[in-house]
T-cell receptor, first 110, second 112 residues
Framework: RKEVEQDPGPFNVPEGATVAFNCTYS??????FFWYRQDCRKEPKLLMS???SGNEDGRFTAQLNRASQYISLLIRDSKLSDSATYLC???????????FGTGTRLKVLA | SQTIHQWPATLVQPVGSPLSLECTVE??????LYWYRQAAGRGLQLLFY??????ISSEVPQNLSASRPQDRQFILSSKKLLLSDSGFYLC???????????FGEGSWLTVV
């Protein structure tokens, strides 16, 4: 089983739609969680950290479920500019390692 | 503010040739440093990480090596490249507290 798993997609959604991505992780000792965005042929960039109580940043909402070992990302009112690959990232405290999921591709259609 | 740079941005190398990718971080001290590789259509694979000068941990057995000669310098090398070494190589840094990891712009390597 992979340490971090994501549905690769692609998710093709119309502008204005709400879309949700899930990510599962296998290491119950994981302590830090993030969502990154990666545009084609570019480096990944931090979208948002994921906190235990859930957090929101504008149109983006992240949730963490430690009991079921998954995190989620909800994008409301999708924009064309949201088209990218979204990477789930998990850091297991004390190991210095950041483990990336393979990413979920999102394409927002006009 | 902290910045990270890596170079070269793009290179095309013949099979069997050597490789050297360099990465430097500015604006922070004693960062944890990382090399990742992303093959076409694949996820990021952790290759090496370093928690201090001269300290290198290897994640995947391969013909690549890494060195950290200075606190904020990380180098990825190979003596003889294979076709399978082609990919997008990313250097990254993070603090010791498990917070955000930041990436350089990446280096595209094509082995021909």
């Amino acid at each position: 089983r992979k340490e971090v798993e994501q549905d690769p997609g692609p998710f093709n959604v119309p502008e204005g739609a709400t879309v949700a991505f899930n990510c599962t992780y296998s290491n119950s000792a994981s302590q830090s969680f993030f969502w990154y965005r990666q545009d084609c042929r570019k480096e990944p960039k931090l979208l948002m950290s994921v906190y235990s109580s859930g957090n929101e940043d504008g149109r983006f909402t992240a949730q963490l479920n430690r009991a079921s070992q998954y995190i989620s990302l909800l994008i409301r009112d999708s924009k064309l500019s949201d088209s990218a690959t979204y990477l789930c990232v998990v850091n297991s405290g004390g190991t210095y390692k950041y483990i990336f999921g393979t990413g979920t591709r999102l394409k927002v259609l006009a | 503010s902290q910045t990270i740079h890596q170079w070269p941005a793009t290179l095309v190398q013949p099979v069997g040739s050597p490789l050297s990718l360099e990465c430097t971080v500015e604006g922070t001290s004693n960062p944890n440093l990382y090399w990742y590789r992303q093959a076409a259509g694949r996820g990021l694979q952790l290759l090496f990480y370093s928690v201090g000068i001269g300290q290198i941990s290897s994640e995947v057995p391969q013909n690549l090596s890494a060195s950290r000669p200075q606190d904020r310098q990380f180098i990825l090398s190979s003596k003889k490249l294979l076709l399978s070494d082609s990919g997008f190589y990313l250097c990254a840094w993070a603090t010791d507290s498990g917070n955000t990891i930041y990436f350089g712009e990446g280096s595209w390597l094509t082995v021909v």
